[in-house]
């Protein structure tokens, strides 16, 4: 009889799953997808315990900055105060070196003012006495004495 092709053909598969079984090949083939499965979950567990870190760490991050932002506006609203309390101290420390030159200048001029007037009567009293002095020198002892006093009385008026 004979055998075709189709039939070998049929025999070696037979064999072949027979071989296939008897080495407990889809065991094997079962195992090492159990065993991807397996590294497929660790990885996924690690990628998902990288992200919570990486979550955390961003969070921190963020608070961090906000913090810092919340710590320069302090900063900044300090600077602003000693700023304004440096103006306000140096406008307060103008003003009184204004008030100060101001008086000195006034107390100044009221020297000035007395020691004009002290002239004016010093020099009043001189030309009183000279007038005096050249009607005395003359005959009308009497008139003279009476335009001295006349003289003096003026000046005293003007004075005062």
């Known amino acids: 009889m004979a ?8 025999v070696a598969l037979l064999i072949f799953l027979g071989v296939v079984f008897y080495m407990k090949v889809p065991g094997m083939i079962g195992a090492a997808l159990d065993k991807r499965a397996v590294k497929i979950t660790a990885e996924i567990e690690e990628a998902r315990r990288l992200r919570e870190e990486a ?20 900063i900044i609203a300090a600077a602003k105060r000693e700023a304004e309390l440096l103006t306000k101290e140096a406008k307060a420390k103008t003003e009184d070196y204004v008030t100060r030159r101001t008086a000195l200048a006034e107390q100044k001029i009221a020297q000035a003012e007395r020691e004009a007037v002290n002239e004016v009567r ?8 000279e007038a005096a002095r050249s009607l005395l020198a003359g005959k009308d002892a009497k008139a003279g004495t009476d335009l001295f006093k006349a003289s003096l009385d003026a000046v005293k008026a003007k004075l005062n």
């Not at 979550?55 to 302090?74: G, N, P, S, V």
């Open 3 to 10: 055998l075709d092709a189709t039939f070998w053909a049929f």
């Open 55 to 74: 979550q955390q760490l961003l969070a921190e991050y963020q608070r961090k900055r906000k913090e810092a932002e919340a710590e320069a506006a302090d």
């Open 122 to 129: 010093a020099s009043a009293v001189d030309i009183a006495v």
